[in-house]
């Protein structure tokens, strides 16, 4: 022999059929390996979605845009940086019942707005602005 690997021709099917288990086996492992990283790589990224089966106001308030017309209780109000915080009844066709900070565009809207008054507000669903505000009883 010239010292060339000569394979034994005796053994090729068999030891084909078992290199490509072999090689299926490697695969499956590496496919499931990689699966895990990126599920622990992209779970806080994740998070967020709603479940699988989640209601239909979810739903609809991911697909709203337009302004709609809520009702609330002023939380806490930040004039120079044109924010309320809202405690509100959920929004018809927009946004469950929530106490959420909102950006009010003009900031001016929140002249005269005290901690406690009942507002009725219109908000931008497609900016999360409140561009409109009345207030229906003073805080006491």
């Not at 053994?11 to 390996?33: K, T, Y």
Request: hydrophobic share 55%; charged share 20%; proline share 4%.
């Amino acid at each position: 022999m010239d010292g060339r690997f000569v394979p034994n021709i005796a053994f090729g099917r068999p030891l084909a059929a078992m290199l490509a288990r072999a090689a299926n086996c490697v695969i499956c492992v590496a496919v499931a390996a990689a699966s895990a990283m990126v599920a622990d790589e992209l779970g806080d990224q994740i998070a967020w979605l709603p479940p699988l089966g989640a209601s239909a106001a979810h739903a609809q308030e991911s697909a709203s845009s337009g302004v709609f017309h809520g009702v609330g209780i002023v939380k806490a109000v930040d004039r120079a940086k044109g924010w309320l915080t809202l405690d509100h009844k959920a929004i018809d066709g927009f946004m469950g019942a929530m106490e959420m900070m909102y950006r009010v565009e003009p900031a001016r809207l929140t002249a005269g707005l005290k901690v406690g008054d009942r507002v009725a507000f219109d908000i931008d669903a497609g900016r999360y602005a409140i561009v409109g505000v009345k207030v229906l009883d003073t805080a006491k």
